[in-house]
Nanobody, 122 residues
Framework: VQLQASGGGPVQPGGSLRLSCAAS????????VAWFRQAPGKEREFVSA????????YYADSVKGRFTISRDDAKNSWYLQMNSLKYEDTAVYYC????????????????WGQGTLVTVSS
């Protein structure tokens, strides 16, 4: 089982990026998937989660209104559209799945991608 996160890179403040997480080895259709991030010197923090039916979406207050999570079960993938990026969004972003606990707690997730770096800089 493998999650491959991609789409990170440098971006100017106010810009946009779309992160992708491609899963392989098993289907993640119908289960909660999520994005977390970790800035230098900080703990990993919750960004967004999407329920198995695609109806329930959860966002950290810091990204609400700017980020959108989505999924394509046919491609066994999920995405994070990030708009109006700010300096404080700079971090390594991780996709995660297989939740057994609170959706916003990183310890609840058992499968993780390797991370993709987003750098917001002018």
């Amino acid at each position: 089982v493998q999650l491959q996160a991609s789409g990170g890179g440098p971006v100017q403040p106010g810009g946009s990026l779309r992160l992708s997480c491609a899963a392989s080895g098993r289907s993640f259709s119908g289960i909660t998937v999520a994005w977390f991030r970790q800035a230098p010197g900080k703990e990993r923090e919750f960004v967004s989660a999407l329920g198995g039916t695609g109806m329930a979406r959860y966002y950290a207050d810091s990204v609400k209104g700017r980020f959108t999570i989505s999924r394509d079960d046919a491609k066994n993938s999920w995405y994070l559209q990030m708009n109006s990026l700010k300096y404080e969004d700079t971090a390594v972003y991780y996709c995660a799945a297989d939740r057994y606990g609170s959706y916003d707690n990183p310890t609840s997730y058992h499968v993780w991608g390797q991370g993709t770096l987003v750098t917001v800089s002018s």
